[in-house]
């Protein structure tokens, strides 16, 4: 940071560099920009960063950013607002290891823009205050990328990172808590009230922590026919699995069903919410005949 310059999160350099460039907020794209100090710090600690590369998604006016910069060996940053770019020159010129790409991060191969940090063979880790309106399909992108990322620290809106981090047995366990489960350990790192955003959005935030596992938390024959039975499964909540599989492979098929439950040693009449990871794994497994 420059020396007699305020961070760029605090509200009065936020709302002088909005002023300056006569930035409209454009809620299309879901933007809220943090103006805590104490917020970003917790984010940078969570992190963990020293000696890493990061990819940032949406930088806004840099806030996060600048705190990333500190501690980061770089930071690599995608935004879908051309009229931000002009500012985050403006804001981030003091870093040499910043790089913007004006880009939609869901229209991208992220495999080939990773290649671009200086010394590529860092850990890599995703560090965002996520737009709101597209965070599971980020999240999935992400991880479908094959990109091999370390970790994401990103904040979301409370209820999905709750959705993300749910237990079986839980109303809010469903196919996104196993789709990201499969591959990332997860914690919830802490909670974000909506008073310290500009604008203030009408939702809480939380900040969620995944880890990448070194191999996925169970083993299946055919992982994308594994994400289908949960899909599948999960269709009508409060259906029995029994009833949402002959919806979907057909009542003809009952037999085999039953038999498909009975070798994975699960009760046709359970329903999805109480089957963990590893019975979906024996499950999926036992249908691949249905396949
Ligand atoms: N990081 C800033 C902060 O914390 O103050 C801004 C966060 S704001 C919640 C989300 C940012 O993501 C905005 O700057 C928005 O323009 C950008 N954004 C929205 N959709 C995007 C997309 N598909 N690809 C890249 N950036 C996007």
């Known amino acids: 940071m420059t020396e007699n310059l305020e961070r760029i999160s605090t509200i009065v350099r936020t709302q002088e560099i909005l002023r300056k460039h006569d930035f409209t907020f454009k809620k299309k794209f879901g933007q809220n920009f943090l103006t805590d100090a104490n917020i970003l710090r917790k984010i940078v600690t969570a992190a963990d960063i020293t000696g890493a590369n990061v990819l940032e998604i949406g930088p806004g006016i840099g806030s996060l950013t600048e705190y990333l910069l500190g ?16 500012i985050l020159r403006e804001t981030l010129a003091p870093y040499p290891n910043f790089q913007l790409v004006h880009a939609d991060i869901l229209k991208i191969a992220l495999a080939d823009y990773v290649k671009k940090f200086k010394n590529p063979e860092l850990p890599l880790k995703v560090v965002a205050n996520l737009p709101y309106y597209i965070t599971t399909p ?3 992108h ?3 990328s094959g ?16 959705r993300i981090a749910a237990r079986p047995n839980t ?6 808590s ?16 909506r008073t310290v955003f500009v604008p203030a959005p009408r939702v809480d935030s939380a900040i969620l922590k995944m880890t990448r596992l070194a191999q996925p938390a169970v083993a299946v024959s055919d992982d994308v026919w594994f994400f289908h039975v949960v899909k599948v ?10 009833n949402n599989f ?7 098929n009952k037999e085999k069903l039953l038999s498909a439950l009975t070798e994975a040693e699960i009760e046709p009449v359970r329903r999805a919410e109480s089957l963990t990871l590893q019975e979906f794994a024996r499950l999926s497994d036992a249908l691949l005949p249905l396949k």
């Open 147 to 162: 990109v091999p990322f370390a970790a994401f620290v990103v904040m979301m809106q409370k209820e999905v990172a709750e």
């Open 178 to 193: 196993i789709a990201v489960q499969y591959y990332m350990t997860v914690e919830l790192a802490f909670n974000v009230p």
């Open 233 to 242: 499964a999960f269709a009508h909540r409060r259906k029995t699995l029994l």
């Open 246 to 252: 002959q919806l979907a492979f057909g009542a003809e």
């Open 142 to 144: 992400l991880i479908e």
């Open 71 to 86: 501690d980061a060996a770089e930071v690599m940053a995608f935004e879908i607002d051309g009229t931000l770019v002009p």
């Open 138 to 140: 980020i999240l999935m």
């Open 171 to 176: 109303k809010v366990y469903g196919a996104l």
